[in-house]
């Protein structure tokens, strides 16, 4: 048996280090496979920052360069500068904050009764609601816009926050995430004469913030980007947002290529800092909904 044994012994460590090997062969794989996948992604952000920063001649030259020849970091300040894009920023925020505020409480209440309130027929109206998620946006501008027109808010920040802050989505999310929590924190918070309401405010919002923070994000960058709605509800400068007024170096004369790539890399940091900032919400509160899962 000893003379087996010794064998089996000695060939222990070097099964251990062919596992080892191939292990780390694999990591160094799947990491460069990532990477060739994350550099794909980053090409399109790369070449418009190498576009905003370029004469306006290179950035149609044949063949192309990954990088300019001549560094124009002024087209940052020339783009700010030859349109109102403190106003056009100012317009997309207003916009893009109001719509996801009322997304969110919209979403809330809407997501709270089809999870957990008892009505006739909650299942088939939620299913209906949903089913307006299959209407391309398209289709509903011109009702939509004759509505506005009706009400007099052509030209408005509510012609533009209001028609866009109603979406099944929202609802669909965190009703999602409603359901994922366990029911006797509610059933506690009723025997101790809490409405619905308080429940809503007090426990079931509080741990929601990752999904909460995952709509706020989506509809905020959604809003933030949307081009065909305010293209339609607004008539000049006044209340154009950045997508809009990335649209005005368009003009007869030609296109200003340089320009539009640095106002869009400008039009982008919002997004960029909200990101950031919510990434961390929804991190954290990944944990707590972890928990609940298998609830």
Partial sequence: MTANALPTAAARPRRKQ???????????LNHGALTLVALAFLFPFFWMVSNAVRSDAEVLAVPPRLLPTEWQWENFAEAWLRLPFGRFFLNSAIVAGGVTAIT?????LAAYAFARLRFPGRDSIFVAYLGTLMIPQVMLVIPLFLIVNQLG????????ILPMA????????LRQFFLSIPRELEEAALIDGASRLRILVSIIIPLSLPAIGLLALFTFIGQ??????????????????LPLGLSMFQTEQGTSWNYIMAGAALSMLPGLVLAVILQQVIYKGITVGAGFGGR
Avoid: H, R
């Fill in 18 to 28: 062919k596992n080892a090997g191939l292990k780390l062969f694999l990591d160094i």
């Fill in 104 to 108: 969110i409480v919209v979403s809330a």
């Fill in 166 to 173: 109603f979406s099944s989505f929202g609802a669909f999310l």
């Fill in 153 to 160: 808010w052509v030209n408005t920040y509510q012609g533009m």
């Fill in 224 to 241: 933030w980007n949307n081009f065909l709605w305010p293209l339609v509800v607004v008539n000049g400068m006044e209340y154009a947002t």
